[in-house]
């Protein structure tokens, strides 16, 4: 069991770093997929709430730019 926990932690933490780093390089539609992936893949994971958030800032400055 405390292998399966060690192994969800590190697949969530792979898909959040992916997420990241396509939201730091301001490929926004990547950083969705691959945080979208990260909630799919891992929900329950602390990092599924982090990337929840990150999902909704990111749709919400989509809405912003569409309606100027």
Sequence with gaps: KAYMVELTS???QMY???????????????AL???RDLVKKV????LSSQ????????ENER???QHE
């Design 16 to 30: 959040y770093d992916r997420a990241r780093f396509y939201d730091r390089s301001g490929h926004a539609e990547a």
């Design 51 to 58: 990337a929840r958030a990150r999902i909704e800032e990111i």
């Design 10 to 12: 590190k697949l969530a």
């Design 43 to 46: 929900p329950a994971h602390e």
């Design 63 to 65: 809405e912003q730019v």
């Design 33 to 35: 997929i691959a945080y």
